[in-house]
């Protein structure tokens, strides 16, 4: 096994080594990527393409956000919706992103699809979206995950793996055979991007970078190419 000599004590076993010059030569460089006026479109290609070639959650995202002290918060989601008003993803209100949501309004994602080597980074304001939007698609989610939307305290302590199950077993009994309907403190946030960034591979660390940016997520988008 090669040793990466940067890496002081266990991590030179675990972390693999940059890439040789035979590592590189042997990948092949795609011609230089477009740049279309606006970037959904080019969003929307690159996560049809993620569909067909990431194993697991290709609409998986990184949300990240700020606590009550400025600090940063990371956390991977689902993207649930996207158009030109914004990214959608769905939550406990009462969680910790949650929270820091409503008291910060603004957030990052980033969009990391490994298989294609690539990467899409959003930020921009937050908003919660309509109480309709949230009943909808808390009405396509299967049962048991909508009677965990009553169950689960989330971020909060957990006593043990039981008690959330009999929490989960009360809800079920609640509920019967009748219809769940979402809770009050269950709903979902979408994401005016601001700036949008899209991120491709090429070889030697010369990736491709294409940066999109608008006032107030308003307006025409100003399009740049950036150093990698």
């Known amino acids: 096994m090669r040793l990466n000599r940067y890496m002081p004590g266990m991590s030179r076993d675990l972390i693999p080594p940059s890439p040789s010059e035979t590592d590189y030569a042997a990948s092949h460089a795609a011609p230089e990527l477009a740049a279309p006026d606006e970037p959904l479109g080019l969003f929307a290609q690159w996560l049809s393409e993620a569909r067909e070639k990431e194993p697991n959650d290709p609409n998986a995202m990184c949300l990240a956000t700020v606590d009550a002290g400025g600090i940063p918060d990371a956390r991977m989601v689902l993207l ?15 969680s910790a992103k949650g929270g820091q949501l409503v008291a910060a309004p603004k957030a990052a994602l980033l969009f990391h699809w490994k298989s ?3 990467q899409v980074r959003v930020r921009g304001a937050v908003t919660p979206v309509s109480a309709e939007e949230a009943d909808a698609y808390f009405a396509t989610r299967a049962r048991p995950a909508q009677i965990g939307a009553w169950a689960s305290a989330q971020s909060r302590p957990l006593p043990s793996r039981l ?18 309907p979402r809770p ?11 700036r949008i960034e899209f991120w491709r591979d090429r070889p030697f660390r010369l990736h491709e970078r294409i ?3 608008r006032e107030a997520g308003e307006g025409a988008w100003a399009v740049s190419r950036r150093f990698p």
């Open 184 to 194: 009050p403190h269950w709903s979902g946030f979408r994401v005016a991007p601001e």
């Open 116 to 118: 294609l080597r690539r």
């Open 80 to 94: 649930k919706d996207f158009d030109a008003e914004g990214f959608v993803f769905f939550t406990n209100l009462e």
């Open 211 to 213: 940066l999109y940016a």
């Open 163 to 180: 008690a959330l199950e009999k929490a989960v077993a009360e809800q079920g009994l609640r509920f019967g055979l009748g219809a769940v």
